[in-house]
Structures are given as structure tokens and as C-alpha cells.
């Protein structure tokens, strides 16, 4: 059992470190390259009531600029909890996408209803709110689950039949849905079989990694366990570890429009990236590796030197 709570510990800091090192890496890199794709959710509602931009008025660097925090906020909850975009424009990834998506969602929660009864476990605290708790728990899983199981091996069945999503997987694509579609199958049956005993283990364990204290857990639940540690590890560092640089790849790059003239930051970025040497051999660029894009961006390709 101690080695079990050791590897939880080790799993879920190896979780935030390797996240950490994501979003610090992200912020290091050069200034991104603004897709300027709207409309984008902070504009002001007379715009965004028909997709435009502030840059449809002739005279827009001379009006100060707008952002809505409750519409960047309002946008960013949209897709996050519905992959909005998705359901306009891929109707048939989303119906095999969102279920998976949502059963995470659920996952997540179950987790922190169970964390709530080892709470109340601690305390020595068996009423209403911890029967509550583990109640709603045995939802989220048994939904949870069966959302996850669907949408994992739904997609691994679109990805292997789809020509045109075909040639853009790769092996570790199939790895990491088949993964999940084996975790979510082994909670379905466990959470299925025996709701109430699969939150309670899960609640007893919870409680032993704060107290250090052996608890009674079945072989199988330690499986289970083995498997949710390595997904702790593996999920941030492989492909899926877009959930956690959505803010960056949203709000920082899809949605950025900040004017250069009112940003001190963004000029400075912009400086930057003229600097960086060029390698384009593309003859209207004629990059040698060594002139810069300022060099490149002043200088006429067509001209002889």
C-alpha cells in the first residue's frame, strides 16, 4: 500500500511538473503567428452580432481598442464544454468526439465527489451529504465511463476508415485511444457490478494517501489504479495534452488581435521575429539561412543583386 501511495504522489506530480514545463516552454518560443480567423469572441457585440472585426472601419487605429472579458470567457466555455466548433462544422467527428470529451468531464467529477467521501470518511462522518456525494459519484462514473468507451473506440473506427483522417494518424493516435477504451472498460464493469464498492474503494484509497495508513483494496482496484497513474503521466506529455494548452492555442493565438500600437509586448514580439534568420527557398522569398525577415521583407526578389 505504500508503494501504491508513493506512485499516486509521483503520478500527479509528474502530472503538473510536466504540464508546467508545457506552458513554460509555450511562453518561451517566439511570438506566434495570429490566425486573425473571426469572428473572436471579445468583440463587441454590434460586430460579433455578424462575425466581423474592428478593422472594418477605415479609421480603426484611431478608436480605442475593445475586449470582452465575459465574451472571451462566454466563447472559451462554448467550445470547452461543447466543441462548438466541432458541431458546426463536423457533425459526424462530433457525435463520436463530444461523448468522449463529456465522459472526462463526468470522470473528473466522480473524482472529486470521491475525494469529498475520504474527506468525510476522515472525519468518521457517514450522513446525508457523504451519501450524497458517493450517490452522484455513481452516476458520473457509470456515464463517465460508457461516454469514454464509446468515444474512444468510435474514433479509433473513424480514424481507421475515414481516407481523408487515415493518412494523418499516427500509431501513438491509436495507442491513446485504445488505452482510454481500455481504462474507461474496466470502471464501466467495476462501476456497473459493484457502484457502490468501486466509489468506496476509491474514497478508502484517498484517505490512505493522507494518512499513510493501509486500507483493504481488491487486486483489481489496484490495477485500475496502475493504469489511472500511468494515465496521469502519459495524457499531458502525448497529443492529448491539448486540454491543457487551450487557453494558449484559444485566447493567446485564435484570438489575439491586440493592435501592435497599443502594445508595447507585442511590438517587442514583433521585433523579434523580424530578426530570426530565414531558410525559405521559395524564390519570392530566397531565404539563405542567413538575411533576416526584415531583410527579406525589404528587399525586391525580383531584383538581381
Known sequence: MILLYLLAYAAVIGCVAIIV???????????????????????????????GSYLESSTWWKKPYHSSLLGTLTGFLKEALF?????????????RTY????????????????????????????????????????????????GVLWGSLSLIQRRMTQPDLRKFSMP??????????????MGLIMSLIGPRWFVMQGAM?????????????????VLYLLVSFFLFIWVPFSFMGHAF???????????????AQDSQKVKAGIDANLKLPVS????????????SWAEVATTDPTKQD
Open 205 to 221: 484509497f484517498f484517505s490512505g494517501m493522507l494518512t499513510f495508513e493501509p486500507v483493504p483494496v481488491t487486486p483489481v482496484y
Open 280 to 291: 525559405w527557398k521559395a524564390p519570392h522569398v530566397n531565404g539563405d539561412g542567413t538575411r
Open 172 to 185: 501513438e493516435h491509436f495507442f491513446n485511444l485504445g488505452l482510454f477504451a481500455a481504462f474507461s472498460a
Open 21 to 51: 514545463a508545457k506552458m513554460a516552454g509555450y511562453l518561451k518560443k517566439p511570438m506566434h503567428l495570429r490566425w486573425e480567423v473571426y469572428p473572436v469572441a471579445h468583440e463587441s457585440p454590434e460586430v460579433l452580432a455578424h462575425g
Open 245 to 259: 494548452m487551450k487557453y494558449f492555442t484559444w485566447h493567446d493565438i485564435r484570438w489575439d488581435d491586440v493592435p
Open 83 to 95: 466543441l462548438h466548433a466541432t458541431y458546426e462544422h463536423n457533425r459526424p467527428l462530433w457525435v
Open 99 to 146: 461523448p468522449f470529451h463529456l465522459g472526462l468531464y463526468l470522470l473528473i467529477g466522480s473524482l472529486g465527489l470521491t475525494v469529498l467521501c475520504s474527506f468525510c470518511l476522515l472525519a468518521g462522518y457517514l450522513g446525508w451529504f457523504m451519501q450524497l456525494c458517493a450517490y452522484l459519484a455513481m452516476i458520473c462514473n457509470a456515464l463517465g465511463f460508457l
